[in-house]
Every structure is written in C-alpha cells, then in structure tokens.
C-alpha cells in the first residue's frame, strides 16, 4: 500500500460531462502530481502542486484544472469531456518540492482512476 | 521531448532467467528512477540512481546509469512469474520529472 488514496476508482460519463477525481497524499508528502495514461499516449504529466501551489505544468488541457487544499488533498476537475479523455487518471504524492531542485525522492502512486467517457 | 525510451518495448522470458531493459533519455539530469506497474495498478518505485552514481543493486534488481551515453540499464536476475509487469523509467532534470514509454515483461512459469 502506497498510503495515496484515489477515489473514486471507476467513473463512467458522457461526453460533455464534468467529473471531479480525488487524491489524498500519502502522510507527511507535500508535493501532489497528476497523470493520465492512456494506451497510445502512455504515462503523460499534468501538473504537480506543492504545499497548495502549482509548482510545474504539464501537457495538461485548458478544460482540465486541479487544485490542491490546506489538507494537501488534490482534486483534477476534467470539463466537456471527449471521448479521447478516456483514460486512467493517477496521482501520486513524494515529499521533494519538485521543479527548480532535485528531486532525490521517489513518487508514491495511488491505483487511479478509469475515466470512460461514452 | 525529454522523455524517455524503453528498450525493448515488450520482453517475454523464462521464469530464472535474468532481464534487461534499457532506457535511453536525451538531457542532462539529477537522477533516474525505475518503476514497476502492474496491469491496471498504480506506478511502484523500485530503484533510484543519482547521476553521479554508475551502479546501484536492490536485491534482484540492479541498475546502471552511463550518464555520457545518456542511458540506463535495470537487470532483474533469476526472475519470477510475478516480476511479470511494465517497467518504467523516470528521469529527473530539475525542471521536470519526466516517463518513459515502459517495457512489457512477462516471465514464463
């Protein structure tokens, strides 16, 4: 067990729909990091946060933003939702403030979220 | 792109036999990372490399960094059925922390 909560785990919508997924960060890791991976596109970076600010961005679109709370919980709301959205959705959390210092720290990732989007 | 490529992108093995899996990359970076995903599962960090590190070893896995070659390789010996899922590597330039494509390995009982 990682100890980075995904919920919900699977979520199914139609296109043009909003979802909102939700990332609690493993215990005492400031910086939360989102990913979609997707079989053609594999594992592509979104955005990261650390400690409630946006720290780096990622290949993330204008109809998706996130934000992370004073409880470090994340949440990625994706809008107007298009087939091609269709993916898992992860989330993973470390301690390392990220962009601009070196990491040294390994990711911990949730088991995400399969978005059908129909 | 910085991200990185695995090499081979699918690897089918006997269970006992060893595993490599290479991961080539095309900027300067802080350190690399290998991660195991099994199917449908959340990323599992194996093994960290600094760049100023050549060889590092955890357990049955054992990694190699050739900075000038901008390379890496991750060795997994005598392996097993569930050592059976897709490696990742991950690499770290400061800036960005950035996957490779993965390779698929599935190991024979």
């Known amino acids: 067990d990682s100890g980075v909560t995904q919920t919900p785990k699977h979520l199914i919508t139609a296109t043009g729909q909003r979802v909102t997924l939700r990332c609690s960060p493993r215990?005492?890791?400031?910086?939360v990091y989102w990913y979609q991976q997707s079989l053609d596109q594999g594992l592509q970076f979104l955005i990261q946060?650390?400690?409630?600010?946006?720290?780096a961005k990622g290949n993330i679109l204008e109809r998706f933003s996130a934000q992370q709370f004073p409880d470090l919980h994340s949440e990625l709301n994706l809008s107007s939702l298009e087939l091609g959205d269709s993916a898992l959705y992860f989330c993973?959390?470390?301690?390392?403030?990220?962009?601009?210092?070196?990491?040294?720290?390994?990711?911990?990732f949730g088991n995400g979220t399969r978005l059908t989007v129909t | 792109s910085q991200q990185g490529e695995e090499d081979p992108q699918a690897l089918s093995i006997q269970e006992g036999e060893n595993a490599t899996m290479n991961c080539s990359y095309k900027?300067?970076?802080?350190?690399l990372q290998w991660y195991r995903q099994n199917s449908g599962r959340g990323l599992v960090h194996l093994i960290l490399?600094?760049?100023?590190?050549r060889e590092k070893h955890s357990g049955r896995l054992r990694v190699t960094l050739d900075t000038s070659k901008k390379s890496s390789s991750l060795l997994i010996t005598a392996s097993r059925a569930a050592d059976t899922a897709s490696y990742f590597c991950?690499?770290?330039?400061?800036?960005?922390?950035?996957f490779g494509t993965g390779t698929s390995l599935t190991v024979i009982p």
């Open positions: 993973a959390s470390s301690v390392a403030p990220g962009q601009g210092s070196s990491y040294n720290s390994p990711l911990h």
């Open positions: 215990s005492g890791d400031l910086s």
């Open positions: 946060y650390y400690n409630g600010e946006e720290r």
């Open positions: 900027t300067s970076i802080n350190n």
């Open positions: 490399i600094r760049s100023n590190e």
């Open positions: 991950a690499t770290d330039t400061g800036n960005q922390f950035y």
